[in-house]
């Protein structure tokens, strides 16, 4: 069935480092994927987006890559900073239906050290 | 710029209660849409709405309804509320569909138990 998941629930870093958060989805119809953050209390925030025509796109401090070979989402956070530690979300939807419904991966809880 | 307004931020429910949540945002999109947050899982779509006077059905609308009678609010309805409708609901909006590169943009949650 079509489904969005993350490989790791779960990633510590050490500030300054960098961080990948990674995403797998199981239907080729994907094509269009968005990064999500979501802080403690908060809803989720809009990072980053990536057609299925595009192997890359970069944003500041983050850098999103799609592998459609093997159906594999990554966010790669540069020099990450203590703000950065939230739960990261993948979320997929398909063109060509008359609302575009995104469909959510479960998450990656990302924690920064200082 | 309030952006998207939930309220009330907590509530608590008996089973059985109805209540309504309230969506209100300030920046005239036309796409508003519910999803529930549940533990370990990714947010999941109740409902949803193309405009005013238009509204349709999520991956998980059972047990809720939704109207939406003007551009700037949407509240979700519990009709009878159940244990199983324990969740954090989100409101969301865009200025398009989410396929478009319009980004949607989320309120800060309802946290609702029922008891």
């Known amino acids: 069935g079509e489904s969005v998941g993350l490989h790791l629930p779960t990633l510590s870093v050490q500030e300054g480092d960098n961080s990948i958060i990674n995403c797998a989805y199981s239907n080729s119809a994907s094509d269009y994927f968005i990064w999500y953050k979501q802080e403690s209390g908060k809803g989720p925030q809009f990072i980053i987006d990536i057609r299925s025509n595009m192997d890359k796109r970069q944003g500041q401090r983050v850098t999103v890559l799609l592998n459609k070979t093997v159906k594999h989402l990554s966010l790669q956070i540069a020099a990450t900073q203590p703000g950065d530690s939230a739960v990261y979300f993948c979320a997929e939807t398909r063109g060509g239906t008359s609302y575009g419904k995104l469909t959510f991966g479960q998450g990656t809880i990302l924690t920064v050290h200082p | 710029n309030a952006g998207v307004t939930q309220t009330p931020k907590f509530q608590v429910l008996k089973t059985g209660q109805s209540m309504t949540l309230q969506c209100a945002q300030d920046m005239n999109h036309e796409y508003m849409s519910w999803y529930r947050q549940d533990p370990g899982m990714g947010l999941r779509l109740i409902h949803y709405?193309?405009?005013?006077?238009?509204?349709d059905q999520g991956e998980v609308p059972n047990g809720y309804n939704v109207s939406r009678s003007t551009t700037e609010d949407f509240p979700l309805r519990l009709l009878s509320a159940a244990p199983s409708q324990t969740s954090v609901y989100f409101c969301a909006s865009s200025a398009d569909r989410p396929y478009s590169n319009q980004p949607q943009h989320f309120g800060d949650g309802t946290r609702l138990s029922i008891l």
């Open positions: 709405s193309v405009g005013a006077g238009i509204t």
